[in-house]
T-cell receptor, first 114, second 115 residues
């Protein structure tokens, strides 16, 4: 157990729908990162939050949004889902704010869009 | 285009064999991390190398950071089935940008060690 908790572990939905993925960081970590992992694109950085504020943005689509709450948990919202959004979504956390920190990953949420 | 290229993409070997995985880039990194990911799990950090030419050993795993900090290698001696997994390198802080950047992950090397 890495200390980073992600729910749900598996999610199956249809095109056009909206889903929310949830992440609780490791105790003491202030940064939360979201990554998308697919077979053809590898592990792609989506977005980072540090202590409630957006810190860095990567290849995140406009249909996707995220936030970090005062208790430091984070949610990634995926809307108007397309078949190509099917992937593993990982949350990671770190103590510091810089993107070069060592990351602790959760077990991921596997999203299947039918 | 991947900033970090890993090779080989797939590697299947017998228990007891040695292997080397490579991570190459045209960019300079301030540090480089290696992770291992097992099925159904997230990546887990193995090591961080920060100095050009640095060599770090973790039991049967030897990690090397290139002198120019553009490449790295992971060598496994006497591989065991428990070494099976996806090995990912991740570069931190592209120096030429003049600012801190997010970790950039390589495409990974899927290693299978057969008993």
């Amino acid at each position: 157990d890495s200390g980073v908790t992600q729910t749900p572990k598996h999610l199956i939905t249809a095109t056009g729908q909206r889903v929310t993925l949830r992440c609780s960081p490791r105790s003491g970590d202030l940064s939360v990162y979201w990554y998308q992992q697919s077979l053809d694109q590898g592990l792609q950085f989506l977005i980072q939050y540090y202590n409630g504020e957006e810190r860095a943005k990567g290849n995140i689509l406009e249909r996707f949004s995220a936030q970090q709450f005062p208790d430091l948990h984070s949610e990634l919202n995926l809307s108007s889902l397309e078949l190509g959004d099917s992937a593993l979504y990982f949350c990671a956390s770190s103590v510091g704010a810089t993107g070069a920190n060592v990351l602790t990953f959760g077990a991921g949420s596997r999203l299947t869009v039918l | 285009t991947q900033l970090l290229e890993q090779s080989p993409q797939f590697l299947s070997i017998q228990e007891g064999e040695n292997l080397t995985v490579y991570c190459n880039s045209s960019s300079v990194f301030s540090s480089l991390q290696w992770y291992r990911q097992e099925p159904g799990e997230g990546p887990v950090l193995l090591v961080t190398v920060v100095t050009g030419g640095e060599v770090k050993k973790l039991k049967r795993l030897t990690f090397q950071f290139g002198d120019a900090r553009k490449d790295s290698s992971l060598h496994i001696t006497a591989a065991q089935p428990g070494d099976t997994g996806l090995y990912l390198c991740a570069g931190a802080g592209v120096i030429s940008s003049g600012s801190a950047r997010q970790l950039t992950f390589g495409s990974g090397t899927q290693l299978t060690v057969l008993p």
